[in-house]
């Protein structure tokens, strides 16, 4: 079959679209296919860490996303009654040369997606293209698609690069017998609403432990309203015999978590009204998959949650898709559109994005929680200092920045923006 050298991206997330973007500045040329006949902004929060902001940066993005998230000041940990355990800054204003964005995927999404149009052209994403396989050969590499009408249609090119999530029909055709996620024991329930700005008006809080019900609030949309409100996330897990359904669209019931937050009135937030004046609530299983030994074959390889799905628990799904783009298309650019190109990110972010995986699975920021609940039995305390020292909560939040790529030493030599 004949190809040309550009290459197909299966998937219009937010993988896919910082991957159109890097091969872009990279000189390369690429199309995006995307199974949704059209594009809306989905989703709820996300927090995007200051190794992914760094590439976005380098993308000339920062002004548009800093225009619709909220530059993130602190993380703070707090125990079920409310009451402060840990709090240390964030982005900048921890040192870090790219700020901490909390931000609505939607808009994420949004930002990426008008780069895309204004630089490669409207033409280069092509929806209502839902992927059905794809085959390779010495010279390239062909998707199939359908559309909503049963149509089906052929896209080839250099190289195929699967960026279709969670339900990656190509990671299914490498590894047919993978089976089931693996379900870590807890559902999330998540929501958003309109609310005046708590604690520093960009904190992003993380309170309670698993076992009693956990809670993670943040802002991602400032000033929503004439009356200065802001749009608030608000993530609530616990621990569950049976996974929730795998869809990020499903309904949740506020029966289902509410009674493990209804006693939670804090003087600096009121958790338990601010669940109950949700309207829309959604449920989701905190799952993973085991990582793979390798996501190149031939001229095929996979990228962000197609590659990964991890454990939502470190803020780091969606930049480690940022940062598998970034590399993928500096190797592509060094060394052409190729099989040697789709080996050496597979060597590189195999490994690293493997490693967050499991850390997301043994000791997130979220184990600074555990330990304290664990040493107080979920009861109030009189003073953090006798529980645990504050260097010790430091350093188990240094270990996962280490272990997913953003302390703040790793990240000192960093590439200049363009802004």
């Not at 829309?280 to 793979?292: H, N, R, S, T």
């Not at 390889?301 to 898709?321: E, I, K, Y």
Request: aromatic share 8%.
């Amino acid at each position: 079959m004949k190809h040309n050298s550009e290459v197909i991206i299966v998937g219009a997330g937010i993988g896919g679209l910082t991957l159109a973007l890097t091969l872009h500045k990279a000189g390369i040329a690429c199309r995006v296919f995307e199974a949704a006949r059209e594009i809306r902004p989905l989703g709820v929060g996300i927090n995007l860490l200051p190794h992914a902001t760094a590439v976005l940066a380098d993308l000339g993005l920062l002004d548009a996303l800093a225009a619709r998230a909220v530059t993130t000041q602190e993380s703070a940990f707090f125990n079920r009654h409310g009451q402060l355990i840990y709090r240390e800054a964030a982005g900048r204003f921890a040192g870090y040369d790219y700020p901490q964005f909390s931000i609505h995927r939607g808009d994420l999404q949004t930002v990426l997606l008008n780069a895309v149009h204004e630089r490669l052209g409207a033409e280069r994403v092509v929806t209502d293209r839902r992927c059905l396989g794809v085959t390779a050969d010495a010279q390239g590499a062909t998707a199939e698609f359908a559309d909503s009408a049963g149509v089906v249609s052929r896209a080839s090119g250099a190289a195929v690069v699967a960026c279709d999530g969670v339900h990656s029909v190509i990671r299914k055709q490498f590894y047919p017998t993978e089976g089931a996620p693996r379900y870590s024991g807890v559902n999330m329930w998540r929501g958003t609403i309109k609310a005046p700005p708590f604690l520093s008006g960009a904190s992003m809080v993380r309170a309670g432990w698993l076992t009693h019900g956990k809670m993670v609030i943040y802002p991602i949309r400032n000033n929503v309203d004439a009356q200065g409100n802001q749009l608030l996330n608000w993530v609530a897990e616990i621990e569950a015999p049976q996974p929730a359904k795998r869809d990020w669209n499903g309904a949740g019931k506020l029966a289902d978590f509410f009674p493990a937050f209804a006693d939670w009135h804090f003087d600096w937030l009121d958790v338990a009204a601010m669940i109950e004046s949700t309207e829309a609530i959604f449920e989701y299983p905190m799952v993973d998959q085991d990582p793979l030994p390798r996501w190149t074959f031939g001229r095929i390889t996979l990228l962000g949650d197609a590659a990964h799905p991890m454990v939502p628990r470190g803020s780091n799904g969606a930049g480690q898709a940022i940062l598998d783009a970034q590399y993928l298309a500096q190797r592509c650019a060094a060394l052409g559109v190729g099989e040697e190109a789709l080996v050496e990110y597979d060597r590189a972010r195999v490994k690293a994005t493997g490693d967050v995986v499991l850390m997301n699975r043994k000791a997130p920021p979220d184990k600074i929680l555990q330990v304290i609940y664990e040493r107080t039995k979920g009861e109030r305390f009189e003073r953090i200092e006798d529980v645990a020292s504050a260097a010790e909560l430091s350093e188990i939040a240094n270990q996962y920045k280490r272990v997913a790529g953003f302390h703040l030493d790793d990240l000192k030599v960093a590439a200049p923006a363009t802004e």
